[in-house]
C-alpha cells in the first residue's frame, strides 16, 4: 500500500501534523509550495472565493500511489488557493481512495474538508475518511492523539 500525503503549510503547524501522520502510516510527504511570495491577506481573500494559485512543481501523479491524503490548513473556512491548485492538477486518481485532515485555529474544518472533498472527488476519487487539529494542541502536542486515530483507521483498511 503506497500513500502519500500532500500537505500546504505557512507556519508550520500542518507540517507538523503532516509529519506525525507520515510516520504512522508511513507515508511519502509532498510539499505543496506557492510559486511566489505571496501576500498572506489576498491567499486569504482566494481562498475564501474558492480561487488557485500557482505552486512550484511537485508530483500531482498519483500514478503508483493507492492511497491520497490532502493535509491542509484551514482558511477563510475554506482551504488555501495552494491546495485547490494541487486538488485540480491531481491526475491518474480515478477509483483511488483519499482522505482529508485540516489544521486550524478554531472553526471551519468541516468547509475546509468539504472543498477538497468536492474537488477530488470531481476527479473520480473516493473520499474516505477525515479528521481535523486545533492550533493550540500542535502547539501542546495533544495532537497526537487525533492523529494516531485518523491513522489507525486509514491503517485499517
Ligand atoms: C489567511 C488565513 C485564514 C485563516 N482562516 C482560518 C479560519 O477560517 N478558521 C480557523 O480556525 N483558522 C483560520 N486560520 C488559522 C490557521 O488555520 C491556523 O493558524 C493553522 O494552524 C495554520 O497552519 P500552518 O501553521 O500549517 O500554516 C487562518 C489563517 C490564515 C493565514
Redo the contacts with the bound molecule.
Sequence with gaps: MVIRIAY????????KVATALAEQVNAELVRIEPLKEYH??I??MK?FLSMKSPIKPCKTDLAGIDELIIAT??????V?PYVNEYCSSVTGGEGKPFHVIA???????DGAIATAKNQLEKKGMRFVSSASTV?RD?DSGAFTATVEKFAAGIRKK
Design positions: 500546504f503549510s505557512w507556519k508550520g503547524h500542518t507540517q498572506i491577506a491567499g486569504g481562498a490548513p484551514v482558511w477563510s473556512g475554506k488555501p489544521e486550524m485555529g478554531g472553526r471551519g474544518s492550533e500542535v
